[in-house]
């Protein structure tokens, strides 16, 4: 079975095509970063315009580059949410279309389950439940128990900003670019991670929620402290930086696998996914490997870079899971519709 997969929920127009959920045909994504560079983050309505120009001409490269037609495809995914409202209407405005016009099954997948099947591109189905997943991105952090396909508990969220949130800001405010997570990383292979002891939010014992807003302020008085308040990026010394840039990476890495060392201790999972924009962090990886030993579990992460950030083809995955677990409830055409609503 094909899937067609539609994501346009941030700053990513993405089209990907992806047999039996796993087996990835194509994976286009048209990135709006160089864009976004110059305003150090995402502007929502620069976004949506760039994915109106950028759907259909995705959309053709996609069938092109794998010499496929509408007859091949099966059933159309695409996520309605949570997202730019903006940068959505464009995804699900096509999927509409394209599901009404070429009479094909309609799927609408939540952005935050999307990206636990990155972990299935590429792989073969012999996983194990129950799955603890960390879910790692710009907008949201979240903690899922996987019991199997379609039967997901959300054991806790993002109470305000969330790790990808946290590195872009903090890389702005040592002057490092756009996007933020790389630039930290690189920045911090140079630098003393044990130089500052950076907070982490206390949330309770038995709660799995994450808070990074308290550790952006606390990079932020370390700079003032020792370059004042009105202080200029571009002069900040260059070893300051990177230890910084050291420090934060290891408390945003020792803040999410705490709680993930919290959670599997109390649910037992047979296998320990990390999904993700946040998931390519290679030191995170590292210290997650490291610190979960202790479980003799398998630990995954999508096998491409490509597949942790925003795209397609973990739509079109989980769309494929979705759909042949209840196809019944998919064959009526509907109206999606785009939501900002992290639950599920």
């Given at each position: 079975m094909k899937v067609l997969g539609i994501e346009t929920s941030c700053d990513e127009t993405a089209i990907s095509i992806v047999e039996d959920g796993t087996k990835v045909l194509t994976n286009i994504i048209a990135s709006q970063i160089e864009i976004h560079k110059e305003t150090g983050g995402v502007v929502p309505e620069v976004a949506a315009r760039e994915h109106i120009l950028n759907i259909i001409p995705t959309l053709?490269?996609?069938f092109a580059e794998t010499n496929l037609t509408w007859t091949d495809i099966d059933v159309i995914a695409c996520a309605p949410g949570p997202g730019l409202i903006s940068a959505l209407l464009t995804g699900t405005?096509?999927?509409?279309?394209?599901?009404?016009?070429?009479?094909?099954?309609l799927v609408p997948v939540h952005h935050i389950l999307a990206h636990i099947y990155g972990n299935w591109l590429d792989r073969d189905q012999n996983t194990k439940f129950p799955i603890l997943i960390l879910t790692v991105s710009g907008g949201h952090n979240d903690l899922v128990l996987m019991k199997d396909h379609g039967d997901f508990i959300q054991l806790g969220t993002t109470r305000d900003d969330a790790a990808?949130?946290?590195?872009?800001?903090?890389?702005?405010?040592?002057?490092?670019?756009?996007?933020?997570?790389?630039?930290?990383?690189?920045?911090?292979i140079n630098g003393d991670e044990n130089t500052y002891n950076f907070p982490q939010a206390k949330l309770g014992q038995d709660?799995?929620?994450?808070?990074?807003s308290g550790l952006k302020t606390a990079v932020l008085y370390e700079i003032q402290k020792t370059?004042?308040?009105d202080f200029d990026p571009k002069n900040l010394d260059p070893s300051f930086v990177n230890n910084i840039a050291a420090s934060f990476q290891r408390t945003i890495s020792e803040t999410l696998i705490s709680r993930l060392i919290q959670a599997a201790k109390s649910h037992n999972p047979k296998e320990i996914h990390i999904a993700g924009g946040v998931s390519a962090n290679t030191y995170l990886r590292n210290y997650a490997e490291?610190?979960?030993?202790?479980?003799?579990?398998?630990?995954?992460?999508?096998?491409?870079?490509?597949?942790?950030t925003d795209n397609a083809a973990m739509v079109?995955?989980?769309?494929?899971?979705?759909?042949t677990k209840t196809p019944e409830?998919?064959?009526?055409?509907?109206?999606?519709?785009?939501?900002?609503?992290f639950t599920f």
């Open positions: 053709k490269k996609a405005l096509t999927a509409n279309t394209l599901a009404l016009v070429k009479q094909k099954p990808g949130e946290a590195f872009d800001k903090v890389a702005k405010l040592l002057g490092l670019g756009y996007p933020g997570g790389p630039a930290i990383q690189k920045a911090a709660n799995f929620d994450f808070s990074f370059y004042g308040k490291h610190k979960l030993e202790q479980f003799n579990v398998p630990i995954k992460y999508p096998v491409k870079i490509q597949y942790c079109a995955s989980c769309g494929y899971f979705l759909y409830k998919y064959q009526k055409w509907h109206n999606i519709q785009p939501n900002s609503d």
